[in-house]
């Protein structure tokens, strides 16, 4: 099968409509942050000798060096993760795990991704997480051990969801070295960093959904706790969403790199990306 055939079977409206958009003003934004870095490091040695030590030449001297070291440093830190999980996590194989490393696989396959991600099995220490990162020639994903237990075996569609979700990050390149050096300076500006991070993360939700349907305990999961994302009404949960409104919600979400959960699992439901509408939600399907 070739590669554009693969991808074609992905629907276009997995990605939020507004994250592209949003990204190409960050890296703009980034683009001319590196440019006022360059250009202040160019005119420093101009400056009067008086002002070579103020405060502002060291700022900006600093901020030259932070850049001239930033990929570099970026590729250390991208390859040592790797290093770190490949020693301290159980890799998931035909052999180790292996319906849910088949699951993984398979969507992969649905997804069009170039090449296999690796799937290991991490000690969150009581943490509910997971992520997807890339290192050179490997992609791959890490599911802690929290998460793990307590859906393989009692509702795997939960835990295909979140595998689902991080592979959408892989997909649309959202680990890949020039996407993070694209928007590695704009997006550590308060507000506009956790909004990019926010839309991606909805876009890696329609991944999840498009990939299990089924799956939306993944998400009652991270929002009621371990212990009760079977016995949490469903229905409600949406409702609650659904009322999930007004100016200080919107407030207390502009620092958050991921938005509600709540939000979250009803936005899905309403796309129709996930199965069994809620009784008396509405019918729109935009985001």
């Given amino acids: 099968m070739s590669t554009s055939s693969r991808q074609g079977a992905v629907p276009p409206r997995l990605r939020h409509p507004a994250e592209l958009p949003f990204y190409v003003f960050m890296v703009v934004l980034n683009i001319i942050i590196i440019w006022a870095i360059v250009q202040a ?3 420093l040695p101009l ?19 932070g850049l001239l070291l930033f990929v570099p440093a970026l590729v250390v830190i991208r390859e040592t993760q790797r290093a770190s999980i490949r020693g301290t ?29 690796q799937l290991f099995l991490a000690n969150g220490n009581g943490t509910l ?16 051990n929290e998460l793990f237990v307590n859906l393989y075996e009692n509702n795997r569609d939960g835990l295909r969801f ?27 500006i308060p507000v506009l960093g956790p909004t990019l991070s926010r839309l991606r993360e909805y876009s890696c939700d329609r991944h999840g959904a498009h990939l299990c349907p089924s799956g939306a305990s993944g998400l ?21 969403g659904q009322s999930l409104r007004g100016f200080w919600v919107e407030l207390a979400q502009l620092p958050m790199s991921h938005p509600f959960t709540v939000r979250r699992l009803e936005r899905l439901f309403k796309l129709g990306l ?13 985001a």
């Fill in 162 to 188: 979140i595998l689902g979700h991080e592979l959408g990050h892989i997909r649309l390149h959202h680990v890949g070295l020039w996407y993070q050096l694209s928007v590695a300076y704009s997006e550590r």
């Fill in 274 to 286: 996930f199965h069994a509408r809620v009784r008396g939600s509405e019918s729109e399907t935009a």
């Fill in 89 to 117: 996590a159980v890799q998931l194989s035909p052999k180790q795990y292996g319906s849910l490393y088949e699951t993984m696989d398979d969507f992969a396959r649905k997804l069009g991704l170039r090449r296999r991600p």
């Fill in 129 to 144: 997480n997971a992520f997807a990162a890339q290192a050179t020639g490997h992609d791959y994903v890490v599911l802690a």
């Fill in 41 to 43: 490091a160019i005119m």
């Fill in 220 to 240: 009652v999961l991270l929002a009621s706790g371990r212990h009760t994302e079977h016995t949490t009404d469903l229905d409600e949960l949406v409702r609650q």
């Fill in 47 to 65: 400056l009067p000798e008086r002002l070579q030590d103020t405060g502002w030449a060291v700022t900006v001297r600093s901020a030259f060096i």
